[in-house]
Nanobody
Framework: QVQLVESGGGLVQAGGSLRLSCAAS????????MGWFRQTPGKEREFVTHISRSGASTYYADSVKGRFTISRDSAKNTVYLQMDSLKPEDTAVYYC??????????????????WGQGTQVTVSS
C-alpha cells in the first residue's frame, strides 16, 4: 500500500506557474500508474494527467494539454505536476492518485486505488 502527500499549491495570478509535488511512501511510484485529478465545489473530480509505470507514457486531459507537464523522480519517490500558463478555470483542489490498473489510458476516478489529501490551487484573474 502506498501513502501519498501533495504539496505546492497556493495562490497565483493568471498566466503564472506552480509546481505540485506528490511524495509517496510505502511503495515506489514506479509500481503504479500515477495520476493527478482536480475538483471544484459541486463538481465531479476530473482527470488531469497520468504517467505510466515506466515513465515513458503520459496522457493529458484536453483542457491542460500543452500547459501542464507530469513527471517523476524515482530517486525521491515523487511525482510532479508542472502547471504553466494558468487560468482562473484551473482553480481547484488537486489530488494525486495511484492506480494498479494496467490499462492505458487510466482516466476514471474509480480506476485509482490510493489518493492523497489534496492541495488547493487558486488562480486569480
Amino acid at each position: 500500500q502506498v501513502q501519498l502527500v501533495e504539496s505546492g499549491g497556493g495562490l497565483v495570478q493568471a498566466g503564472g506557474s506552480l509546481r505540485l509535488s506528490c511524495a509517496a511512501s510505502g511503495r515506489t511510484v514506479s509500481s503504479y500508474t500515477m495520476g493527478w485529478f482536480r475538483q471544484t465545489p459541486g463538481k465531479e473530480r476530473e482527470f488531469v494527467t497520468h504517467i505510466s509505470r515506466s515513465g515513458a507514457s503520459t496522457y493529458y486531459a484536453d483542457s491542460v494539454k500543452g500547459r501542464f507537464t507530469i513527471s517523476r523522480d524515482s530517486a525521491k519517490n515523487t511525482v510532479y505536476l508542472q502547471m504553466d500558463s494558468l487560468k482562473p478555470e484551473d482553480t481547484a483542489v488537486y489530488y494525486c492518485a495511484a492506480s494498479t490498473s494496467w490499462r492505458m489510458p487510466v482516466r476514471g476516478r474509480g480506476e485509482y486505488d490510493y489518493w492523497g489529501q489534496g492541495t488547493q490551487v487558486t488562480v486569480s484573474s
